[in-house]
């Protein structure tokens, strides 16, 4: 795996480069990030990571400084995957970005509590998408949202990328893999597998699905111990409040709080 460890170098030579899948991450790698390089090696395109925690899509200083970060064993793990090139950009990437203003849909789900998140995300992917050029790029569907912003953000500003959204990998307890589980202890652990219990559930009862349904699930992560910011029923294409599943699929969402660590995780219920 060729290894960049700056834009400059990656400028100087990225022309030589074939046609390429790209992954971005933040870094501390696990299965979910593996699975999309895998998804990747699918294609004929070489594989570029990248490792960026970016700064622009936290809205408190803390999280962002307390990001798990672990460069030797991401590189190993992406080395063994059959990643072909990583991307570690210095912090160059923000000279003289553009600075992008996601569409309404950013202000639904996590963009609620978090203003600006999705700008910050959407501002480093369009500074990546026009350095890398790459032909296809692979997010992962447990941050739903973003993925349906990226998609979006591509057809609108007319790049030539293709975009995939692989599945939600998850630990045996259901839990979603998430690099910020690390952080939590391993009695908050045992407690975040109740996210994925509780929309599990809300699937079962599908036919039933209502407001109702839904606020008993909420509550029910609340006297659990979460902090819970949204957990929401709604359309997938416009993020929009509905309970319609005899029309349409209709995407169920999460974020909470354990302590100081949040958490999202979301399932798609197939229309009755
Ligand atoms: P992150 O490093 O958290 O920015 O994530 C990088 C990419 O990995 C994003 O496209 C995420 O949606 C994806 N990802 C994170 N966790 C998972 C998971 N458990 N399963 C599948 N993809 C994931």
Same mark, same amino acid.
């Given at each position: 795996?060729?290894?960049?460890?700056?834009?400059?170098?990656?400028?100087?030579?990225?022309d030589k480069l074939s046609e390429l899948s790209f992954v971005p991450t933040m870094g501390n790698l696990h299965a979910g990030h593996l699975s999309l390089i895998d998804l990747a090696k699918q294609?004929?395109?070489?594989?570029?990571?990248?490792?960026?925690?970016?700064?622009?899509?936290?809205?408190?200083?803390?999280?962002?400084?307390?990001?798990?970060?672990?460069?030797?064993?991401?590189?190993?793990?992406?080395?063994?995957?059959?990643?072909?090139?990583?991307?570690?950009?210095?912090?160059? %990437?923000?000279?003289?970005?553009?600075?992008?203003?996601?569409?309404?849909?950013?202000?639904?789900?996590?963009?609620? !509590?978090?203003?600006?998140?999705?700008?910050?995300?959407?501002?480093?992917?369009?500074?990546?998408?026009?350095?890398?050029?790459?032909?296809?790029? %692979?997010?992962?569907?447990?941050?739903?949202?973003?993925?349906?912003?990226?998609?979006?953000?591509?057809?609108? !500003? !007319?790049?030539?990328?293709?975009?995939?959204?692989?599945?939600?990998?998850?630990?045996?307890?259901?839990?979603?893999?998430?690099?910020?589980?690390?952080?939590?202890?391993?009695?908050?652990?045992?407690?975040?597998?109740? %996210?994925?219990?509780?929309?599990?559930?809300?699937?079962?009862?599908?036919?039933?699905? !209502?407001?109702?349904?839904?606020?008993?699930?909420?509550?029910?992560?609340?006297?659990?111990?979460?902090?819970?910011?949204?957990?929401?029923?709604?359309?997938?294409?416009?993020?929009?409040?509905?309970f319609e599943i005899y029309k349409s699929d209709i995407l169920i969402a999460v974020a909470a709080k354990l302590g100081d660590v949040r958490l999202i995780d979301n399932i798609?219920?197939?229309?009755?």
């Amino acid at each position: 795996m060729k290894i960049y460890k700056s834009i400059s170098e990656f400028n100087s030579l990225k022309d030589k480069l074939s046609e390429l899948s790209f992954v971005p991450t933040m870094g501390n790698l696990h299965a979910g990030h593996l699975s999309l390089i895998d998804l990747a090696k699918q294609y004929d395109n070489e594989i570029i990571s990248s490792i960026y925690v970016n700064r622009l899509q936290f809205n408190e200083k803390g999280d962002y400084e307390k990001y798990p970060k672990s460069l030797e064993e991401d590189i190993e793990l992406l080395e063994m995957n059959g990643c072909d090139h990583l991307l570690l950009p210095d912090e160059s %990437i923000l000279d003289n970005i553009d600075l992008i203003k996601a569409s309404p849909k950013s202000n639904k789900l996590c963009g609620k !509590n978090r203003p600006g998140h999705f700008d910050g995300v959407l501002t480093i992917l369009n500074k990546f998408f026009k350095l890398i050029k790459p032909k296809l790029v %692979i997010f992962g569907k447990k941050d739903y949202q973003q993925y349906l912003l990226v998609k979006e953000f591509i057809v609108e !500003n !007319n790049f030539n990328i293709e975009i995939i959204g692989g599945n939600t990998i998850r630990e045996e307890s259901g839990l979603a893999l998430s690099s910020r589980n690390n952080l939590l202890s391993k009695k908050n652990k045992y407690l975040a597998s109740h %996210i994925y219990k509780a929309l599990n559930e809300i699937n079962l009862s599908k036919e039933n699905l !209502n407001e109702e349904l839904i606020t008993n699930k909420k509550n029910y992560l609340t006297k659990l111990g979460f902090d819970v910011d949204y957990f929401t029923a709604c359309d997938p294409s416009t993020l929009e409040d509905s309970f319609e599943i005899y029309k349409s699929d209709i995407l169920i969402a999460v974020a909470a709080k354990l302590g100081d660590v949040r958490l999202i995780d979301n399932i798609l219920l197939s229309k009755l």
